[in-house]
């Protein structure tokens, strides 16, 4: 048989054992994506088939451990995109200042940065009281350990700079408190998070928004999953609520789904919902 369609049953196999096992799906997620993933775990324990690592993960907690991270999580420099949150400021403060109430979505969040980026945006554009932020992940755990972890200590010179760059005009440090090396955002901006797990691979809209964020996962799902998270949030948007999302790199994305939402800039991943 050939060894290419022998190791497409084997990753078939390593998908479903995942998810009937685990209770994590990764089945319609993107073919060449998890290839590469796999592989850096298989080279890093000389693991040769996708049959050795499907039993290395079953039966060791520490390697589903790993693999689980690298699918889900994907760490980046907070404030790293300085002129998109800038611009992301100056697009956000009309639209959410015109409600008394705001509902945010930091859908299938991967880091911990990217929550505490758009917190102090918020809150220096004097629209953070009034907002519910809805912090979700497909994997519990995952999601409650970033909630109570914060970022290393060493990075904060680095994303200082990116703040500033971004438009913020604050004593960045004045944010958050120091627990193992650790900084953590302090308690008053952290009041209005809710944090939960959710799966836009499953689950169905939960409330109705004025902003929802998904900045990664889109670029990990297949084809069929990134249509349906397009359309749960459709579903989930109030009429000319925005979506913040890398729209623009997925061709089709742009034929088959944007007609819900008008391109404020595809540049910068900003839409608005027109239904």
């Not at 999580?73 to 300085?82: D, N, V, Y």
């Not at 090396?181 to 209005?192: R, S, T």
């Not at 004025?210 to 670029?219: K, P, Q, Y």
């Not at 623009?248 to 088959?256: E, G, M, P, Y």
């Amino acid at each position: 048989m050939n060894a290419l369609k022998v190791e497409d049953i084997e990753l078939d196999m390593l998908l479903e054992a995942i998810y009937r096992y685990r209770g994590d799906d990764f089945r319609g997620f993107d073919r060449l994506m998890l290839i590469e993933k796999f592989n850096v775990l298989m080279q890093q324990n000389a693991i040769k088939t996708y049959s050795a690592l499907q039993d290395s993960i079953l039966h060791d907690n520490a390697q589903w451990d790993a693999l689980l991270r690298s699918l889900l999580l994907s760490p980046f420099a907070m404030f790293g995109e300085p002129q998109r949150l800038r611009f992301l400021r100056n697009q956000l403060s009309p639209w959410l200042r015109s409600h008394s109430h705001t509902r945010i979505w930091i859908a299938d969040c991967s880091s911990i940065e990217e929550v505490y980026a758009l917190v102090i945006l918020l809150h220096e554009e004097q629209v953070y009281e009034k907002a519910a932020i809805y912090v979700t992940g497909a994997n519990e755990m995952l999601i409650r350990e970033m909630a109570a972890t914060g970022f290393p200590a060493g990075k904060l010179t680095e994303y200082e700079k990116n703040y500033v760059q971004s438009g913020g005009e604050g004593r960045f440090a004045d944010y958050f408190y120091e627990k193992n090396g650790n900084l953590i955002l302090i308690d008053h901006l952290q009041k209005n998070l809710v944090w939960s797990q959710f799966s836009l691979i499953t689950d169905t809209s939960f409330n109705e928004f004025e902003l929802i964020s998904c900045r990664r996962v889109l670029a990990h799902f297949g084809v069929a999953l990134r249509h349906r998270a397009l359309r749960l949030f459709a579903a989930s948007l109030t009429p000319l609520g925005m979506l913040d999302a890398d729209l623009a790199r997925h061709q089709d994305i742009r034929t088959n789904i944007t007609w819900h939402y008008q391109a404020i800039s595809d540049e910068y991943g900003l839409y608005r919902y027109h239904p």
